[in-house]
């Protein structure tokens, strides 16, 4: 269904020809297959010397991916996690109210320090929850805090992870811009240490007209946080996306760039860039990201230079 509202949205600017997409999912299967649906809903068969097989309409699409824990940005830093932590332990268990880590890690039997773990357990009970399936006589009667204790932490630990689930995103989206709007102009995009980047060549930037990343939610949050810390409340549901537009309106000289957030199914709503006002042109633009987002150290990150050597 997203792959279809992208179609309508942007019929005008694109083709049924794939290789105008460029296309990369982050190693867990469930992303890869969702950006997959995404882009059969987008490039349907349309013309008989497409079609692979009889009475098919799908097409194959290339789509990048790195093995699990060798991309950028699916990566923990354990110091940015430990300092929510940090954070959220001193902030809950006060005037006799539960700490919700503690909360969670009684409830799954799970240590405190295992913040991934205690993510994975919350969802796994609460997608339990919505499917009518059987749960622990002991988690049903804290449902309704546990889904806003997931809420809370999602949107805390994408916070503390913003830099690199957020941050790395951004810079690399800038640059691709300026690759492809001003190609002589561009400078070589900061990497993290240890980092080596995965993209198309620059001679083939021209022949993409839609970049599609397909992540996580802690992606969608580190990316809205790091534009604009005030706008996500809430943890995205299922099917949201950012969308980054970039156009230039008669009469003006450089290119400006909007962004949307698609919640779930809703119609996109304007996404303010705070360190860039209205419009935003493409210069601008980058001049924020240069100065908001610094290649992330081994040392920030809290792991030694010899485990920091991921994609």
């Known amino acids: 269904q997203l792959g279809k509202y992208l179609r309508k949205r942007y019929d005008a600017s694109l083709s049924f020809d794939p290789r105008e997409v460029w296309a990369r999912s982050s ?5 890869f297959d969702s950006v997959a649906l995404l882009l059969y809903g987008m490039y349907p068969v349309k013309d008989d010397y497409q079609k692979w097989k009889a009475r098919r309409d799908w097409q194959p699409v290339p789509i990048m991916s790195l093995p699990k824990h060798n991309d950028k940005y699916t990566f923990y830093c354990p110091k940015m996690i430990k300092t929510m932590l940090t954070q959220l332990q001193s902030s809950g268990g006060s005037k006799g109210q539960t700490n ?3 909360l969670v890690a009684r409830l799954t039997r799970i240590p405190p320090k295992e913040s991934r773990k205690l993510l994975d357990a919350v969802d796994a009970y609460l997608v339990q929850h919505e499917n009518n399936l059987t749960l622990p006589d002991a988690v049903k009667s804290h449902l309704p805090s546990l889904a806003k204790i997931n809420h809370q932490l999602y949107l805390m630990l994408g916070a503390a992870l913003s830099p690199i689930m957020g941050g790395e995103i951004l ?10 709007l001003n190609p002589s102009s561009t400078k070589k995009s900061p990497a993290m240490e240890g980092f080596a980047p995965l993209d198309i060549p620059e001679s083939d930037t021209k022949q993409k007209k839609l970049h599609l990343y397909s992540y996580h939610d802690l992606n969608v949050i ?4 790091s534009l604009n810390n005030s706008t996500l409340k809430e943890r995205p549901p299922y099917g949201s996306a950012v969308l980054f ?3 230039k309106l008669s009469g003006e000289n450089e290119h400006r760039i909007q962004v ?9 709503v304007p996404v303010a860039i705070s360190g860039c006002r209205d419009p935003c042109t493409l210069t ?3 001049e924020f990201i240069e100065k908001t987002f610094q290649p992330v150290t081994a040392e920030q990150c809290g792991v030694s230079k010899e485990q920091f050597v991921v994609l």
């Open 171 to 180: 810079k690399d989206i800038a640059h691709k811009l300026q690759s492809f």
């Open 27 to 31: 190693p867990e299967p469930r992303c």
């Open 245 to 247: 537009e970039v156009k």
């Open 284 to 286: 601008k633009f980058n």
């Open 100 to 102: 919700p880590i503690e």
């Open 260 to 268: 949307f957030y698609r919640k779930g199914t809703a119609n996109p």
């Open 222 to 225: 580190a990316v809205m946080f």
